[in-house]
């Protein structure tokens, strides 16, 4: 089970870093303007679905070795919820209406919450040395 913990924490982290700073990166330097946003849009559903349920695994398998780190990946299970649900659709409405400024405000929030989870995801391996 320490190992599968391991594992998964490692998964969570090298996935939430390659989306964030690797595949959207690539897409919007390769892919004209507006396809490669259109592609992003369509994929972030599913990156908050792998970041809730890898967290999510993580969360129970953590628990019988590091109660801390156990918590803090139902957080993250927990956070990316209403980022998925709520200010993923805000940003998106935002876009779609033409409404700059406040699409600054909630994606600028919803890089600090990515940024936030990476960071306390990096901590819960930072725990297993």
């Given amino acids: 089970m ?3 913990a391991l594992l998964f924490s490692a998964l969570l982290f090298g996935g939430m870093v390659l989306y964030s700073f690797g595949f959207a990166a690539f897409l919007l ?3 004209p303007t507006d396809v490669a946003r259109a592609s992003i ?3 972030f559903p599913y990156f908050y ?3 809730l349920v890898v967290a999510g695994i993580s ?3 953590l628990w019988p070795f590091d109660r801390i780190s156990a918590l803090l990946m ?3 299970a927990v956070t990316v919820i209403p980022t998925r649900q709520v200010l993923m659709p805000a940003i998106n409405r935002a876009t779609d209406e033409g409404e700059v400024a406040r699409f600054k405000k909630l994606h600028g929030l919803s890089v600090v919450i990515g940024i936030a989870h990476i ?3 990096a901590y819960v391996l930072s725990r297993f040395i």
């Fill in 41 to 43: 849009r369509r994929a």
């Fill in 74 to 76: 139902a957080f993250i």
């Fill in 59 to 61: 969360a129970p398998l």
């Fill in 49 to 51: 679905l792998f970041v």
């Fill in 29 to 31: 330097t390769t892919l």
């Fill in 2 to 4: 320490y190992t599968a």
């Fill in 119 to 121: 960071v306390i995801n």
